[in-house]
């Protein structure tokens, strides 16, 4: 309605705030404030999302649906930072934003409890991290004291506010009831996982060391380098990141590899009692190259640049290693200083010498490996002659052969016949197997690295960890969407998918069960779902999924060629073209995700074939991958002549990391499946607490929220839903004897005697009679459950009427005096630091009432202090001494109360200043950024046009746009850290009046410095621009020469556009021919848009403009022809379905009566011929069932060949078996006359129903001994097998062996002994 304060979506800041001035309809007219403080005139919000033109003069006007615009806080609340978000007052995703944003803005404070924690916020159990992208003052030993003293009180706790500290206290405080803990670290990559890990971890091992001796013998004191010490965990988990972290164009240490850090405490005294580590799928391909403007492992250039690397045989310039020159010039840490910090850092945890060079030399053999040139063509290769000294000092390092190893790596075994035949490999795969080997050496010893540290960081587990609380500290790679997405980017974030499914859980399906536990309604609690993504991965029951379909391809024994790239890619899209969260590419969607991601390259030519990317839908967003090298990634040992020549080193260390039976690993993907299946059953054991680190910006610079950015991590990472569901929920609740135990106090009357009764009366006394019915609280079976803020309230009302009792009781004791003037005095030292903090202190009325305080209490606290030297602790001569000051007692508390209240004013009203302040430095540093993308786009724009532009022009565009980028980066990186440091002007703090309140506010929303500055850039930037007018002058004649063409072009493109739908379907299906026409139709559309930039060429722009409409309606004409084709196989695919289910019902027929002839103790001729039929048919069924690719019309002749057969021969089964029960039924009859009536025996039924008397149970043809039997039959010469038989049978039967189980011996007995000599139905 006209009047409500809004969000209204806004392209660079997410949402801005608006005010609704009229609402007609659809429409909305608002006032919308700009992030620096004014407003722009009137922007009008309809139904549509074009923009529409603006009336000259009247500003910006933007077109959204009214549903599109969200509450906003009132006014008087809206520069409020709350760092715990369940109390906000109004709660909708940008709310969230606009509070971490403000949050974050302001100036850390030094001292625990003096301010907000800028980076750190909560939403229940969830802790919110900011990367900062600057060192901040937050994780001294005054912070872990503050945190830690803190412990489990909620009213101290809160006060210091959301912090990786307080996370991991709860973590350290819930091992009391529950313990395994765990804490979950998540976010993007460059998000500040790694540092959050680490300062967690560090928390920990600090605050578990306690005051008195540990009880666990881990914890005494030891030498540095003995196993378990305090120290030993913090230093090995951080070498880790020297060997598994490098720096990325996202984050200066990104971690390449998940890792679970698990301490171990002792259960009684909470002292750390060791410490395992295990680690998840190392990013391999980096090793042989980082990828472009980024840097490999660290350990690389720490080794290549520190004192041992001429011990190695290393050169120290990074450049001249092909696996270490990508990144060499990126200014990181001192490498040399890094190298000799990793040294200290591995002898403290446990690494000798001997160790230390193993590790180092392994590594420096992996870079003198990268070295080694091959020379060849598709047939053949040999190594580079010129690189042969690369290869012997790599093989010395190693310990191997280097001519058995140059010969391994430019060949291949294949075994024929039980031999191995060795052949010549291509150039491409002799290179590849070099690669191969160096990744698997380094993979290796980073494998024995962390197990090395678990061994020695968890030594005396069987004793010393038995039964030990445990809290586990997950540090996981970030969702990733890079340049090109591969196979390590596939697995990273699945492993996202699957933690994200465990955060769901977590907090929701957790949080909905508890609910329905205590018999409470929780139909409200809506949770996101992406199991299905889950399941995409890791397959359901007869569905595989990625992870089982690629290792398929591993073991199909093919070369990898025939396997990998596009024939694997079109394995995924038959499979999954009908799964929601699986898309198919086409040519469209690969050539715009080329564009956005920049990877055309010159002339035109693609860096991704659709052909090879399929595009997945994460939780996080839709992410294209490229089927590059999977299968040879997949493989998680080398190939076994390679192996040899490793298990031949002359180093037994070297040697024993490739094992004889490597060759039979599991993949990659599927060790890698377990390992993460393992890991979520690990976590979901007990408590479980998450911490979502946000990155601020993708610039990493210091101070700037990329608004848009943050919010979509807000999103995606579930901090949003969790926070409505807390809202829509009761998130608070206790059992109702804890909630009797603490709030009993504030009971009125006589105590109910029933606990759930007390509780309701409490909460009705102090909420109301309508709370519950308003959805306050609700009493389940065993507890009750409260909105977010109640539980405080109470706590805060117990601790009011606990200070009125106490200060009843005090006042008839002794010694309550006494600690009044203690209070008092207490407050007045605690009040005047705070006042000298905050820079208050020269303010006349706050040193006024300081030095007031000071005069009236300072007097009596003298006298106290005097008397107690003097008598001690006796009370008597004390209070004695204090009865000249009685009048001044009374008022002590008074005073001291009125002096903090003083002090308190003044600092909320400097507070409310700095926070405009600090937003406003926010702006302009939002406005900076925006300037900074214009000269981006600017230059790239010029570069485009480089060759066809006046050098003149094209000189003076270049150096405004770097006169802008200086500009730019002076305001940025000095100018505005420097105001945001000074603070913001604070005067006239004293005046009381409103408009003196006013006045203070504007003056701190305008800074003139930064003004002054940013206008310097405006105007730099706008010079660019215009210079850059003046260079793209020949595209706009281009552009206009062609202006007749361009209709055509867009009818042409939207035409394209409708045919993604129908291309998708195509390519699943493999139509080739349909699939090319649109390829063909789209790389057009590219080249069109090439020449457009280059604006050189205008005829080959008219001819290939022309050859784009004819490409375009040749594609609409195959997709209409290819519809007919993909309708005629839907309907095949639809007879197949109903086929299969035709040999699903043969097979269930036929094994019920497989099943009714086995249970016939007897079978004749006729019955076994009956059974041997059944089992063809079977087989047959089973060979069907493989004949997927068969053409419709032969397997559906076959099918219905095979049903007629069955049906028959199982229609005559039950009459063969009657026929043969008959038969054997009056040959028994028979032979019992021949001994006439007085055997008195009667013939036998056979079947299942009825069995036959022991003496009875011998049919005719077993009448006779076995040997005449097996005479009988002629088969003498296998008599002794059939007697062993005969007496292992009878020899089970005597001893009480069910008759299936010796059936089974039997069976087994004859297919092995007699496989070859008789068919199936002799045996």
Known sequence: VPGDLVWVPDEKRAYMPGKVLVVNGDK??????SHAGGSIPLATMTATFKKIPAPKGSGVTLNFTANQLLERAPANSSVACIAEMDELEVLNMVEVLDNVDRLFQLRQSAKPGGGRNVIYSSVGPVLIAMNPFEELPLYNSDWVKAYHDAGQDYTLSKR????????????????????????????????????????????????????????????????????????????????????????????????????????????????IAGCGVSHYLLERSRIVGAPNLERNYHVFYQLIRGSDAAKYKLEPDAKKYVYSKEGADICMADDVKEYENLVKSMDTAGFDEAARAYVFQSIAAVLHLGNVRFTGDHDKSKMDDATSASMATACSLLGVDAAKLTAAMTSKTTKVAGRDIRSDVSLAQAESQRDTVAKMIYSCIFDWIVTEIDTKLTRSRASGLAGSATIGLLDIFGFEDMKINGFEQLFINFTNERIQHLFNTVMFEREKQVYQDEGINADFLGAPKNIECVELFLGKPRVPGIVTLLSSQCRTGQEDEAVDGEKFCSVLNRQFAGNKFFVVSTPQEVNALMKRKGLKVAGGIAKLSFKECFEIKHYAGNITYTVQNFISKSRDSLLPHLAEVMRGSTNKDIGALFPEDSESKMTVGEKFKHQLESLAETLQKGDTLFVRCIKSNAQKVSGFVDRPMVLEQLICGGVVAALEMRAAGLPDRMEYGVFCLEFGLLERGKPHKELKARCQMILNDLLGEDAAVAHVYALGQTKVFMKSGILAFLRAAARFKTAVLARRIHRNLKGARVRKVDRAWERISETEKLA????????????????????????????????????????????????????????????????????????????????????????????LMELMGIVESVEGEITDCADIAEPAELERCTTACKDARKLIAQLRNETLPALKQRGPPIANLEDEDAEADERRKEAASVCPEADELVEKVRTAVRDAEDHSYAVLKVRRMFAKALAELKPGEDAARTKLEDLQGAAGRCIAEGMEEIVNAIALASQLSDDLEDLLRESKDPDTYRTKAAAFSQAVDAAEKAVEKGKEELARREKERAEKRRLYGVLENISAQVQESLETLRAERIMGEVIRQDAANLESIATEIWNLRQ????????????????????????????????????????????????????????????GKTKTMPAAAETPEEDASDPATWIEHQALGKYKSELMELHSAIKRLQSAGVPRSTVQTAAKRFMDITFNMKFSPADR
């Not at 120290?231 to 990325?248: D, H, K, M, P, Y």
């Not at 005069?855 to 008598?871: M, T, W």
């Not at 219905?1200 to 054997?1224: F, M, P, S």
């Open 28 to 33: 909305v007219a608002a006032e919308v404030h």
């Open 836 to 927: 000298q903090d905050r820079g208050l202190s020269d303010l006349k009325q706050v040193k006024e009432a300081i030095q007031m305080g000071k005069e009236f209490i300072g007097p009596v606290y003298k006298a106290l202090s005097d008397a107690r030297q003097a008598h001690g602790k006796n009370w008597e001569p004390i209070i004695k001494a204090l009865q000249p000051h009685e009048e001044a007692l009374k008022r002590v508390s008074e005073v001291s109360v009125r002096v903090e209240h003083t002090v308190a004013k003044y600092d909320k009203r400097k507070s409310e200043i700095e926070q405009i302040f600090y937003y406003r430095i926010s702006s302009s540093m939002d406005e």
């Open 1187 to 1246: 004949a997927a690719s068969e053409d419709l019309a032969p397997f559906k002749a076959k099918v219905e060949a095979l049903n007629e057969k069955a049906l028959k021969l199982v229609g005559n089964v039950e009459e063969h078996i009657e026929a043969d029960r008959q038969r054997r039924r009056e040959s028994f009859k028979n032979r019992v006359n021949i001994f006439g009536s007085a055997v008195g025996a009667s013939a036998p039924t056979m």
């Open 160 to 271: 210091l506010g959301p912090h990786a500290f307080r996370t991991a206290e709860e973590a350290y405080q819930g091992l009391a009831r529950q313990p395994v803990q765990s804490i979950v670290i998540c976010g993007e990559s460059g998000a500040g996982k790694t540092v959050t890990n680490r300062k967690m971890l560090e928390y920990l091992v600090e605050v578990s060391k306690g005051d008195a001796p540990p009880t666990s013998t881990l914890g005494k004191s030891k030498p540095k380098s003995s196993s378990g010490g305090t120290e030993q965990i913090t230093v090995a988990n951080e070498l880790l990141e020297s060997f598994g972290n490098a720096t990325t164009t996202r984050n200066d240490n990104s971690s390449r590899f998940g890792k679970l850090t698990s301490l171990y405490f002792d259960k009684d005294s909470l002292s």
